[in-house]
């Protein structure tokens, strides 16, 4: 058997996305990923037409980038795919000499840049320090939490001190504005603004952008590509769909143009 030859599940998802007219790997505009049921679907922007990307299930998160690409989060792992669902790279998106020194919760929602060279997620992570002077027998260990955005290449895990690949601490929810700009909020402090947008990797602090003081933790933020709005979710249970038009580049503050109120638990 030849060695590309694929599976018949990939076969069958060809055959489906031609029936979409996917044919060639276009812009991520043509279609949204998802996942349901633990495995990855495309859909049109309209929801008209649905494929089905993956059969073995397990996956939590998918994003896909311009040329088509997928990033899919399973089990702690990234699977690098194509829209035919073929893993072309599985791996752990921390290196391992960093994954050694610290205690990490995640990763979380991660996200494929436009042209697919890297990925951001979210993690939380616990440094651990010794304090001689606690006044126990051999001292104490004293932990302190941090939330942030991570960052690796799309195909390989990467060390946290690599330039280019430096995480970012407070903000979480990483959705990419372009190839080089990242849009945070989830902050778990209240000393930085809800909202920030960060330069990948460049280890420098993320530019803080907004809070909204009528609602409470703006989370999951989104941005159009031109940069004319922005969606998060808002309030302690996320119960808030809050629209923001831009009003300049940041830190200049948006206007919010719709608070749409969860309906009946959805």
């Known amino acids: 058997m030849p060695t590309n030859t694929r599976s018949l599940a990939s076969i069958a998802t060809a055959g489906a996305l031609a029936a979409l007219g996917i044919t060639a790997p276009p812009g991520h505009a ?22 089905q990307v993956t059969t073995a299930g397990g996956y939590s998160s998918a994003s896909q980038s311009d040329d088509g690409r997928l990033i899919g ?32 919760s995640g990763p979380y929602d991660p996200a494929i840049s436009p042209d697919g060279t890297k990925v951001a997620y979210g993690f939380y992570v616990q440094y651990k320090s010794g304090d001689p002077n606690c006044g126990k027998p051999g001292g104490c260990m004293q932990g302190q939490l941090y939330t942030g955005t991570g960052y690796s290449r799309s195909d390989a895990g990467v060390e946290w001190n690599t330039p280019g690949f430096q995480p970012q601490y407070s903000w979480t929810d990483p959705s990419w ?13 209240s000393l930085v603004k809800e909202s920030a947008i960060d330069t990948a990797g460049d280890g420098k602090d993320a530019l803080g952008w907004f809070s909204d003081p009528s609602v409470q933790n703006l989370s999951d933020g989104e941005m159009t590509r031109q940069r004319t709005a922005a969606a998060f979710l808002g309030n302690t249970q996320a119960d808030h769909l809050l629209i923001y038009r ?21």
């Open 30 to 51: 043509d279609s949204i990923s998802y996942v349901k049921d633990g495995n990855v679907y495309l859909t049109t922007p309209d929801g008209s037409q649905t494929v």
């Open 73 to 104: 989060l399973k089990a702690g792992r990234f699977h690098l795919m194509n829209r035919w669902g073929d893993v072309l790279s599985d791996f752990a998106p921390v290196g391992a000499g960093t994954a050694g020194s610290i205690t990490l």
């Open 177 to 189: 504005m372009d190839d080089a700009q990242v849009l945070v909020s989830s902050p778990t402090s």
């Open 246 to 266: 831009t009003q300049g580049t940041a830190p200049a503050e948006p206007e919010r143009c719709l608070d749409a109120p969860a309906q009946g638990g959805r």
